[in-house]
């Protein structure tokens, strides 16, 4: 049997449907951009979905709220569907995977993007008028021809497949922060975590973070917990149904997320893992005694793993001195969370401070290619800075970025590196002041730094 081959032709062609990808998406469906958008799951929403974690941290700082207009409209349209609630002490939005699946198609649904689900990218090179990239599907091989690409998939695989310069994991060894299967349990009574003095949000939601070392501390002396982490990372009930807890406590380390051998030994160590998080919660945690397992994925959860080399580099120095560069795209107020790739604890940087610095355009650019953009996780970082920008709203602001400049490139006949950084934040901040939240260039210093300092700060390529 030979697989039958599908041609398609689009502007702009957005690979990976996570938080990055649908925010691309929703920028060039406002902007009025053609566009498709390909995901390799029959879904969108990235790890919010596909590794169940649907608790999007901290996009605030000092209460004035950084998110760019995509994700505030993505917060709107849960909370219609009563799919939502915010816990100010996580500084986190928490929400129900099965309602961000069916948001975020239905906000793409009647706009300019085609969504293609089910194929995996096989191949990126350069046509005549632009790229071309082929995908691998059940029966069929797809080749779609894009002026612009937006690598939307976390591991940078389209920027790879068409050549760019990568990096993997920390300079010094290449080893990334550990994966994690994202597990949800049944059966939990809120009413007895209450009684035993925990808090609930809203007097409906259990949420905690850094917890229960104790507990674990016990399960290890004797022998029934072997997850090389000291505490659960975060658990939090789900919106719809308060019962239902969601579990960010095991820990994969030293397998590499691009290779499909290690990704398999990786799912399966985390399913075991998560029988030990089940136990651990029965016998420990109020609550809990009756418990069950409801679910495991449906796909590991990848924290880091391939980044360009962009014409800017995004760095730990730059972080910390919260530097917000003109042609930033999209602020930040995450701390720096680096989860040790040996397994020996979280480097967690806590800041209720007003922490916030900038991610200059530049850091989605990648050196020597042209009208090919990163966004979300596989953007120009160091592994430090990688561990601060890398939760989900950032994610989406950058998606949301490289939408926003693919428009403007098409509609002006430009290419992708000749959109400025100022000129996409005036564009995503028209599209904040449209929904009522205050102009970002109001609120912060947007700075210009001399170019020396700008390339020590960015490592600029
Ligand atoms: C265990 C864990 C806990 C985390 N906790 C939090 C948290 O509490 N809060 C928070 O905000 N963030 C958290 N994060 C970080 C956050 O989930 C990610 O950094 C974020 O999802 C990255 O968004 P993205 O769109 O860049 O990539 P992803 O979410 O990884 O999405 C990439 C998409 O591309 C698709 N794709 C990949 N390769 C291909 C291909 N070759 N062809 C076609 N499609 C492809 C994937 O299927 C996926 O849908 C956590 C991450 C992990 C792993």
């Known amino acids: 049997m030979k697989l039958a081959c599908h041609e398609m032709e689009t502007s702009c062609l957005i690979i990976g449907g996570g938080p990055a990808g649908y925010g691309a998406a929703r920028a060039v469906a406002r902007e009025g951009c053609p566009a498709i958008l390909v995901e390799r799951h029959g879904f969108l929403g990235g790890m919010g979905t596909a590794a169940g974690l649907s608790c999007y941290l901290n996009h605030r700082a000092n209460q004035v709220d950084l998110s760019a207009s995509v994700y505030r409209e993505f917060v709107q349209m849960q909370e219609k569907l009563n799919g939502h609630y ?5 500084q986190a939005d928490f929400f129900d995977p099965e309602i961000v699946k069916h948001t975020m198609e239905s906000a793409l649904l009647n706009s300019p993007v085609t969504l293609l689900y089910h194929l995996l990218l096989s191949s990126v090179t350069q046509g005549k008028d632009g790229w071309v990239a082929s995908f691998v599907g059940k029966g069929a091989i797809t080749r779609i021809r894009a002026r612009f690409i937006i690598d939307a998939t976390g ?3 389209a920027c790879a497949l068409a050549g760019a310069e990568m990096t993997h994991g920390r300079r010094m060894d290449g080893k990334t922060q550990p994966m994690s299967m994202v597990v949800q349990l049944g059966g939990f009574r809120p009413a007895v975590w209450k009684a035993a003095g925990h808090r609930l949000v809203g007097g409906r939601y259990a949420t905690e973070g850094d917890s229960l070392s104790a507990e674990i501390a016990r399960a290890r002396a004797s022998g029934k ?5 000291e505490n659960i990372a975060m658990f939090w009930s789900l919106p719809t149904d308060p019962t239902r807890v969601v579990i960010n406590g095991t820990r994969i380390t030293g397998l590499n997320s691009c290779n499909p051998v290690e990704t398999s030994q990786a799912e399966i160590e985390g399913r075991r893992q998560a ?7 029965q016998s420990s945690v109020p609550g809990f005694e009756k418990s069950f397992l409801l679910q495991t994925g449906p796909q590991i959860g990848v924290r880091e793993s391939r980044r360009i080399t962009g014409r800017a580099t995004l ?3 730059a972080v910390r001195a919260r530097v917000i560069p003109e042609s930033s795209v999209m602020l930040c107020a995450y701390p720096i969370d680096v989860h040790d790739p040996d397994g020996h604890g979280t480097q967690f940087e806590s800041t209720r401070d007003g922490h916030v610095y900038g991610i200059p355009w530049e850091c989605q650019l990648p050196v020597a290619l042209e009208n090919i953009a990163a966004a979300g996780r ?3 970082a160091t592994h430090e800075a990688a561990g601060s920008f890398r939760v989900m709203p950032t994610c989406m602001g950058l998606g949301e970025a490289a939408g926003t400049a693919a428009a403007l490139a098409y509609r002006k006949g430009k290419r992708l590196h000749d959109i400025t950084g100022s000129e996409i934040r005036s564009r995503m901040d028209a599209a904040r002041a449209a929904i009522g939240a205050p102009k970002l260039e109001r609120l912060f210093p947007f700075e210009k730094r001399s170019e020396a300092v700008s390339a020590a700060l960015f490592s600029v390529s």
């Open 86 to 90: 915010y816990d100010a002490l996580a």
């Open 155 to 157: 591991d940078g695989d």
């Open 225 to 229: 917990w072997t997850v090389p982490r």
């Open 275 to 281: 029988r030990e998080i089940l136990s651990l919660f």
């Open 315 to 317: 760095t730990e120095s």
């Open 378 to 380: 596989c953007i120009s």
